[in-house]
Nanobody, 122 residues
Framework: DVQLQASGGGSVQAGGSLRLSCARSGFTFDTYAIGWFRQAPGKEREGIACIDSDGSTYYPDSVKGRFTITSDNAKNTVYLQMNNLRPEDTAEYYC????????????????WGTGTLVTVSS
C-alpha cells in the first residue's frame, strides 16, 4: 500500500524556519510527483510546492523565495524547507503523491499523508 507521512511541524516565531519531511512507502518516489499543501482553519486546502518526477519544482507567489521543496530518493523522503515564516503560514501541512498530477490541484492527487501542524506567532 502507498503511504505518506508528513512530520516536522511545530511552533516558531515570525521570521523563523522549519523543515518538513514527507516519508513514503509502497511506491517508487522518482516516478511520482509530490505536492505539499496546507490548510488553515476555515480555509480551502491550497497547494504550496510540488516536485515532478524529473525534479522540476513549482511554487505559488505566496511562498516563492521562502519555501524550497527537495527530494532525497535514497531516503525515500521529500522535504519542504520553510524560511522567513509568517503568521499567515500557520496551517496544517500535508504531502500528496500522484503519477501525473496538476501541481496545485488537490483533486488530482490520489495519495495523501497525515498532516503536520505549523504555527507561526508574531
Amino acid at each position: 500500500d502507498v503511504q505518506l507521512q508528513a512530520s516536522g511541524g511545530g511552533s516558531v516565531q515570525a521570521g523563523g524556519s522549519l523543515r518538513l519531511s514527507c516519508a513514503r512507502s509502497g511506491f517508487t518516489f522518482d516516478t511520482y510527483a509530490i505536492g505539499w499543501f496546507r490548510q488553515a482553519p476555515g480555509k480551502e486546502r491550497e497547494g504550496i510546492a510540488c516536485i515532478d518526477s524529473d525534479g522540476s519544482t513549482y511554487y505559488p507567489d505566496s511562498v516563492k523565495g521562502r519555501f524550497t521543496i527537495t527530494s532525497d530518493n535514497a531516503k525515500n523522503t521529500v522535504y519542504l524547507q520553510m524560511n522567513n515564516l509568517r503568521p499567515e503560514d500557520t496551517a496544517e501541512y500535508y504531502c500528496a503523491a500522484d503519477l501525473l498530477p496538476i501541481c496545485y490541484d488537490k483533486r488530482s492527487y490520489e495519495y495523501w499523508g497525515t498532516g503536520t501542524l505549523v504555527t507561526v506567532s508574531s
